[in-house]
T-cell receptor, first 111, second 112 residues
Framework: GDSVTQMEGPVTLSEEAFLTINCTYTATGYPSLFWYVQYPGEGLQLLLKATKADDKGSNKGFEATYRKETTSFHLEKGSVQVSDSAVYFCALIDTGNQFYFGTGTSLTVIP | GAGVSQSPSNKVTEKGKDVELRCDPISGHTALYWYRQSLGQGLEFLIYFQGNSAPDKSGLPSDRFSAERTGGSVSTLTIQRTQQEDSAVYLC??????????FGPGTRLTVL
């Protein structure tokens, strides 16, 4: 069946450091891929998405590229800020209606 | 415009009691999802509504869980005879189209 695996946290970085959060997936079809973010005390928000192979989703300085050959959708940001502290979830939707989410990666950015 | 709202925001109940959780989706969104987020876990799909079609109930963990959506809008998730393992944050999301979800703030359920 379909599934998403993302790197376990927590991740702690200093401000302006480079961020990578790994995400790999298993899918039977051609899924759309997503990163959601959950800031402290808030609901999940869509951060970025990519709907086909080699697409790059980007938003707020974050990027992720849909790599079909490695079944990956790693999240990257060149210079993190304290305000990026949150929990990040990788997700996919495949041929059906069900979204599959990873377990989430907690990021803390320290000044 | 208004986002997805859920009520109550917190619910504490005793084991064996029934609870009802409410979700008000964004007006006009045809699809509605319920998820459960347990501590240290990802989001677990529970149920999906799309327009007037029969709901996809494949994620409901037991027959103690049920949900309905009235008039294609408000949805209620009911948990009967609650157990301690039901303690979690229950999230609702509405969607205007495939590939897009807008989440509510969630209801934190604690079963004592």
């Amino acid at each position: 069946g379909d599934s998403v695996t993302q790197m376990e946290g927590p991740v702690t970085l200093s401000e302006e450091a480079f961020l990578t959060i790994n995400c790999t997936y298993t899918a039977t079809g051609y899924p759309s891929l997503f990163w959601y973010v959950q800031y402290p005390g808030e609901g999940l928000q869509l951060l970025l998405k990519a709907t086909k192979a080699d697409d790059k989703g980007s938003n707020k300085g974050f990027e992720a590229t849909y790599r079909k050959e490695t079944t990956s959708f790693h999240l990257e940001k060149g210079s993190v800020q304290v305000s990026d502290s949150a929990v990040y979830f990788c997700a996919l939707i495949d041929t059906g209606n069900q979204f599959y989410f990873g377990t989430g990666t907690s990021l803390t950015v320290i000044p | 415009g208004a986002g997805v709202s859920q009520s109550p925001s917190n619910k504490v109940t005793e084991k064996g009691k029934d609870v009802e959780l409410r979700c008000d989706p964004i007006s006009g969104h045809t699809a509605l999802y319920w998820y459960r987020q347990s501590l240290g876990q990802g989001l677990e799909f529970l149920i999906y509504f799309q327009g007037n079609s029969a709901p996809d109930k494949s994620g409901l963990p037991s027959d103690r869980f049920s949900a309905e959506r009235t008039g294609g809008s408000v949805s209620t998730l009911t948990i009967q005879r609650t157990q301690q393992e039901d303690s979690a944050v229950y999230l609702c999301a509405s969607s205007p189209s495939r590939d897009t979800q807008y989440f509510g703030p969630g209801t934190r359920l604690t079963v004592l």
